[in-house]
């Protein structure tokens, strides 16, 4: 098993370098080229998140853009903010902090162009919509060959890898919570949490989002709550925790055998891990919401980078900081973070610790199920192949309960980075056509209008296949009543 892990590792090793320069130098280009759109539209993203949902063709409401944002957050804040952040801080030092910070900022500028695509080129799906890279593959750039390579990458990355770290991080929780690891409890958690899955996987995604947007923004407020509290208790040794956090960054003090290179690569690795910008996941999501015009979704999914990873794993990485447990101690993962956060607040917080990353972690499965579940459809044109699909996943939920924690951490950065790599090669030739689109939505709010997009409003646009009069239909009093 040793071997297997080394020889994974060795591989991630060489191929993120050119991935991380893909996503650093996409994320500082559309930044530069928007005028950082991601920090100087700010109040509209508040704004359109909590706009009320178009009406659909046939008069039924749409899913909001915040059901939208909580499939994607689902996804978003899970074991990767608890047990990710643990693990590059352990690894790489708490320079690797820093990291995920810069990493965030760049990022929301990708996801910004990501999911306005998939908005743009999203298609209907029985009385809701469905999209992603795979669709503005075929229909945006004319390469539905390179749609299906996404389509089938991210089915096996999210589908079933992604989804055995959750599971697998869940059994490092409990572990920690009841003081030992056996197979019987690696088991039975499993069996637990594939049960709980399939029933909500196998209702559809109207389920997923519902369940979703009351159990993500509940559990992600607990967190931080806690969080909070352990920055005000240990206030006055903030200014030192970001000292810390500044010098190691750079290689300036080394930790745990960190410095520059360490800090850096695993705090970009577990910073998209977390918030998934240029992944290509994300628009999956975004494109599901009935909105007026697809830069308001775009604008939305980089919020949720933002609520990501400067909120919840910002926290985690204070709770850890502050605690001054010893980086790499052999503490893996969640454990981490759960020893941290004992030692400020008690015991206590062991178990609720695993509670609350079992929720997140259940979250985070049908989430990411919803993801493979959209693209099987553009694979195979028809929902037949759906219940083999949701058998699958619930078969690597239970599966990855029973894993090593450093081959499934490392097959997820494997199949994460190649997924990452096709999405920005496409975004490159497409990014011209969600800053036209921006345009169009600025010049209708500086006329005071809430913009609204109809297929002909930008010119040379090509490969719509909603977006026409009968697709976007205004909030009316009369269509109100209907939500």
Not at 317 to 330: H, N, T
Request: glycine share 12%; proline share 4%.
């Amino acid at each position: 098993m040793d071997a297997v892990v080394d020889f994974v590792t060795d591989i991630n090793d060489w191929f993120w370098y050119g991935v991380i320069a893909l996503l650093v130098g996409s994320g500082l280009y559309y930044s530069f080229r928007s005028r950082f759109i991601q920090i100087r539209l700010i109040p509209d993203m508040l704004r359109s998140v909590v706009e009320k949902p178009e009406a659909l063709p046939d008069g039924e409401p749409g899913i909001s853009a915040f059901r939208a944002f909580s499939i994607s957050a689902a996804s978003r804040v899970g074991t990767g903010n608890v047990a990710g952040v643990a693990i590059a801080i352990s690894i790489g030092g708490p320079g690797a902090v820093f990291w995920m910070w810069m990493m965030a900022l760049a990022g929301a500028a990708t996801a910004f162009v990501e999911s306005t695509l998939a908005q743009l080129y999203k298609v209907r799906d029985k009385g809701a919509y469905r999209g992603g890279p795979a669709y503005y593959m075929q229909y945006g750039l004319g390469k539905r060959w390179m749609g299906m390579i996404f389509a089938v990458i991210i089915t096996i990355t999210y589908g079933f890898v992604f989804n055995a770290v959750q599971t697998n991080s869940v059994v490092d929780a409990v572990s920690s919570s009841v003081g030992e690891k056996t197979t019987a409890l690696q088991v039975g958690i499993g069996a637990l949490v594939a049960i709980l899955v399939a029933v909500v996987i196998f209702g559809g995604v109207r389920r997923i989002s519902a369940v979703s947007q009351v159990v993500v923004p509940v559990m992600a407020a607990a967190y931080l709550i806690l969080g909070v509290i352990v920055v005000v208790l240990n206030i006055d040794e903030v200014p030192g925790m970001f000292r810390l956090v500044f010098d190691n960054a750079f290689g300036i003090r080394e930790i745990a055998g960190g410095g520059f290179g360490a800090a850096f690569m695993n705090g970009i690795r577990r910073g998209l891990f977390s918030n998934e910008a240029g992944m290509g996941s994300a628009p999956n999501a975004g494109a599901t919401a009935s909105v007026s015009h697809p830069v308001k979704q775009g604008l939305v999914q980089s919020l949720g980078v933002y609520f990501d990873t400067w909120l919840v794993c910002s926290i985690t990485a204070f709770i850890i900081l502050l605690s001054e447990p010893e980086f790499g101690s052999g503490l893996e993962g969640a454990a981490l973070t759960q020893n941290a956060l004992a030692l400020q607040l008690g015991d206590w917080t062991v178990h609720f610790l695993a509670v609350l990353i079992s929720f997140l972690a259940f979250t985070s499965v049908i989430g990411n199920y919803y993801y493979s579940e959209s693209n099987i459809e553009f694979l195979t044109g028809s929902r037949r192949a759906l219940p083999y699909l949701r058998s699958l996943v619930v078969l690597c939920v239970f599966l990855g309960a029973i894993g090593s924690v450093p081959l499934v951490w490392a097959l997820a950065d494997l199949s994460m980075g190649v997924m990452a790599t096709v999405n920005l090669i496409a975004l490159v030739p497409l990014s011209g056509v969600a800053y036209a689109l921006f345009h169009n939505y600025s010049a209708q709010r500086k006329q005071g209008r809430n913009p609204v997009f109809h297929r002909g409003d930008v010119p040379g646009l090509r490969g719509i296949q909603v977006w026409g009069d009968d697709d976007v239909v205004p909030i009316t009093e009369q269509t109100r009543g209907t939500r």
